[in-house]
């Protein structure tokens, strides 16, 4: 058997979606303990899970990049391994004493969750304490939803965790290489307009949002057209940790400061439009803490009425033609053909985009929702799949919205470009039959030939899934789950301060109407 050695004992920080020096409480909390070990183990079977992608580990690989450059600043390099977590503190606990583990909390997907309860199991074995520190407005084992947004904003408020200013070089340990894609079985994944990682890039795109960009955020969210400019664009930064949530309100809340002291007549949209944000950093936490309460969000209905409300095994010529932008209607092929070059897309185009998956062709949305989580670059497990079940209507608390993917069209994107962009064997097509392709009198030299009919009517296949799901909602049994359902999950009704003040208005404990569904967008 081989005895640790006599050297200091480890402060081991176990970067996971946190992949940043500043404002982190685990890295400063063990730096002050002790010599630290920073450390990134690269996971090859949660690589290969059914919602992960090329294009995540293309950025968080830019990420982690950029944290080696950080901690080699500081004089400890960042150690990389691939494997099991468990497997590789073995390894360093058989010539090395392991004083603690530090890590943030996450809220990631069932993989993880199942991780974490076999690292915890590891350091009750080997008497190793594990310190995990909030990262965000998410709390773990809340009890109440009651006075979740006063604590979130007391949370944002604080100091953030300075850096270290150095780290004591560690002897005995190889740095590691991050491994490329095929190293850890990820499936090649072209993305070629990908935002990239790292946190200069999330600093600039902060930046830029705050003076630049964000003013017309408010009204331009809503349509593919305006909204990859307008919007953030920090939501992969928040679901890699690049940036971390109280950095970017605390900037937030610096540069409305700074607007209620500009001169009259000289703030534009501005104060509207971080109002608007603000909230929408309140709705990210929001969100990730239904599943954080509720980690079988993932693959369980939330209200449990809607279990045989689908067929468990999709139409698989349906998912194919959602999937690759061939539904034969317009607006939504874009959207997907956008979303699949780019890694993103704005909310409200998301919410009908699954919508459409789920009422329209009514599958099933496991499979969708696993579709789209790949295709996101910023795919934040606690966001997406309450976010899947409430667009399927499966929550049992929100309103049904069944999305017209034609009106859609008309409305999000009025003169076609975004459309004509994303479908170009659409060029013949008149303008005004853009979205209904079908109704041109010469439809028969374009469809069946370069573009699909539509695999559905759209009007007669939305009643008939209203009707389905409203079916379900009848009676006092339903009424019952559902009111559970609410007390857990709910939102409580507050208003949003946006200075940074810890102090604010006492909540109505009423429920929050069901927000526009560009609300939770960042």
């Given amino acids: 058997m081989i005895m640790p050695n006599r050297e200091p004992a480890l402060q081991i920080v176990w970067f996971k979606r946190d992949l940043r020096i500043e404002d982190h409480r685990p890295l400063a909390k063990a730096a002050a303990r002790g010599p630290v070990l920073p450390l990134a183990v690269i996971e090859p079977e949660l690589w290969q899970q059914a919602d992960m992608s090329g294009r995540q580990w293309a950025f968080a690989a830019e990420c982690l990049y950029e944290l080696?450059?950080?901690?080699?600043?500081?004089?400890?390099?960042?150690?990389?391994?691939?494997?099991?977590?468990?497997?590789?503190?073995?390894?360093?606990?058989?010539?090395?004493?392991?004083?603690?583990?530090?890590?943030?909390?996450?809220?990631?997907?069932?993989?993880?969750?199942?991780?974490?309860?076999?690292?915890?199991?590891?350091?009750?074995?080997?008497?190793?304490?594990?310190?995990?520190?909030?990262?965000?407005?998410?709390i773990r084992r809340l009890k109440s939803r009651d006075g979740w947004a006063r604590r979130w904003d007391s949370f944002m408020a604080e100091a953030a965790a300075a850096a270290p200013a150095l780290l004591q070089p560690l002897s005995g340990f190889e740095p590691g290489d991050i491994p490329s894609a095929g190293e850890i079985g990820v499936t090649p994944d072209v993305c070629p307009a990908r935002q990239n990682g790292g946190r200069r890039n999330g600093l600039e795109?902060?930046?830029?949002?705050?003076?630049?960009?964000?003013?017309?955020?408010?009204?331009?969210?809503?349509?593919?057209?305006?909204?990859?400019?307008?919007?953030?664009?920090?939501?992969?930064?928040?679901?890699?940790?690049?940036?971390?949530?109280?950095?970017?309100?605390?900037?937030?809340?610096?540069?409305?400061?700074?607007?209620?002291?500009?001169?009259?007549?000289?703030?534009?949209?501005?104060?509207?439009?971080?109002?608007?944000?603000?909230?929408?950093?309140?709705w990210h936490c929001h969100f990730m803490q239904k599943l954080e309460d509720e980690p079988d969000l993932e693959v369980t209905?939330?209200?449990?009425?809607?279990?045989?409300?689908?067929?468990?095994?999709?139409?698989?010529?349906?998912?194919?033609?959602?999937?690759?932008?061939?539904?034969?209607?317009?607006?939504?092929?874009?959207?997907?053909?956008?979303?699949?070059?780019?890694?993103?897309?704005?909310?409200?185009?998301?919410?009908?985009?699954?919508?459409?998956a789920s009422q329209h062709l009514w599958l099933d949305w496991r499979k969708p929702g696993e579709h789209l989580a790949r295709l996101f670059t910023d795919y934040e497990p606690g966001i997406h799949w309450p976010q899947v079940q409430m667009q399927s209507g499966t929550t049992g608390i929100n309103t049904v919205r069944i999305y017209n993917p034609v009106k859609q069209g008309h409305d999000q994107d009025p003169d076609g470009s975004f459309t004509r962009r994303w479908?170009?064997?659409?060029?013949?097509?008149?303008?005004?039959?853009?979205?209904?392709?079908?109704?041109?009198?010469?439809?028969?030299?374009?469809?069946?030939?370069?573009?699909?009919?539509?695999?559905?009517?759209?009007?007669?296949?939305?009643?008939?899934?209203?009707?389905?799901?409203?079916?379900?909602?009848?009676?006092?049994?339903?009424?019952?789950?559902?009111?559970?359902?609410?007390?857990?999950?709910?939102?409580?009704?507050?208003?949003?301060?946006?200075t940074g003040r810890k102090s604010r208005k006492k909540e109505d404990p009423a429920q929050l109407s069901l927000l526009p569904s560009e609300e939770s967008q960042i």
């Fill in 68 to 138: 080696q450059e950080s901690l080699a600043a500081l004089g400890q390099p960042l150690i990389v391994r691939t494997g099991r977590i468990t497997e590789v503190l073995d390894e360093i606990a058989r010539v090395h004493t392991i004083a603690a583990l530090w890590s943030h909390e996450e809220t990631g997907n069932l993989w993880t969750f199942e991780r974490d309860k076999q690292v915890d199991t590891w350091c009750r074995a080997a008497g190793v304490p594990w310190y995990q520190e909030r990262q965000s407005g998410v």
């Fill in 205 to 282: 795109r902060l930046d830029s949002f705050l003076h630049d960009r964000g003013e017309p955020y408010r009204t331009a969210m809503s349509s593919p057209l305006t909204a990859f400019q307008a919007c953030s664009r920090l939501s992969p930064h928040l679901a890699w940790g690049s940036l971390s949530p109280r950095e970017i309100a605390q900037a937030t809340w610096a540069r409305q400061r700074a607007l209620k002291t500009a001169p009259k007549g000289t703030t534009g949209s501005w104060r509207g439009a971080l109002s608007s944000f603000t909230g929408r950093l309140h």
């Fill in 301 to 356: 209905n939330l209200h449990r009425a809607y279990d045989e409300l689908r067929p468990k095994e999709p139409d698989t010529a349906r998912l194919a033609a959602w999937q690759k932008g061939e539904t034969g209607l317009p607006f939504v092929d874009a959207c997907m053909r956008a979303l699949a070059a780019s890694g993103w897309m704005n909310f409200r185009m998301r919410a009908m985009l699954m919508a459409v």
């Fill in 423 to 498: 479908l170009p064997e659409l060029a013949e097509i008149p303008d005004v039959a853009l979205q209904e392709p079908w109704k041109w009198d010469g439809a028969d030299r374009v469809l069946g030939k370069h573009y699909p009919f539509p695999i559905i009517d759209h009007l007669s296949a939305a009643k008939e899934a209203r009707q389905k799901v409203w079916a379900l909602r009848r009676g006092p049994a339903f009424r019952e789950a559902a009111d559970k359902i609410q007390n857990k999950h709910g939102s409580r009704k507050s208003g949003i301060p946006n």
